[in-house]
């Protein structure tokens, strides 16, 4: 029997979609492994898709090595500060009113979401002096773009009273990029990231 979709669920659901997204880039910059495999990604395999700005093809792990990974590979830097504005929840159905009555409708799963990213990023290690070259002088590198999300409710963590929306794909869309290029070059003493 399909569960009433209320305005008052549909307001939560939107609320703790946005949550959920907010967190994956406060944990990248907070060296937070363990919250985001458990607040924003869904259990087992997630895909995630980096591709725009680092090539290769998109990675199917586990949420665990994901979060580790992505955790790892952000301590080379000496701070970072990732952004997450104007997201648009596509897919969520606006639940109608007849008369001042709900509209039932089934509880959705799943929903997608588009969002700007801007991420900043700083390694004292990558600045040399100005007369190589302007271009690399500076210890920061700066881009924007969009990210989106597949994400999914989790019964399971509803039904414990929990936020239940979690991101099973996410991808990037770099669109521009400035600063020192160097500051992404891995440092010698970085963790090596690995893949399942």
Known sequence: ????????????DRANIQDTVNKITLYYDTGNADAL???CYAPGEVTIDYTSMFAGRPLTVSNRKWAADAV????????KQHVVTGLVIEQLPQ?????GVNIASTTPDTCTVVANVNGHVMRKAAAVTATESAEFAGSLIHNGGRYEFDMVRIKELEEAGKNPWRVRRHKCFLTWSDGNPRVMEPMKDAPVVTRE
Request: hydrophobic share 50%; glycine share 4%.
């Open 72 to 79: 790892g590979t952000m301590r080379i830097f000496d701070a």
């Open 1 to 12: 029997m399909a569960t009433e979709y209320t305005i008052q669920q549909y307001l939560l």
């Open 95 to 99: 639940p109608a009113i007849a008369a």
């Open 37 to 39: 495999a458990d607040e």
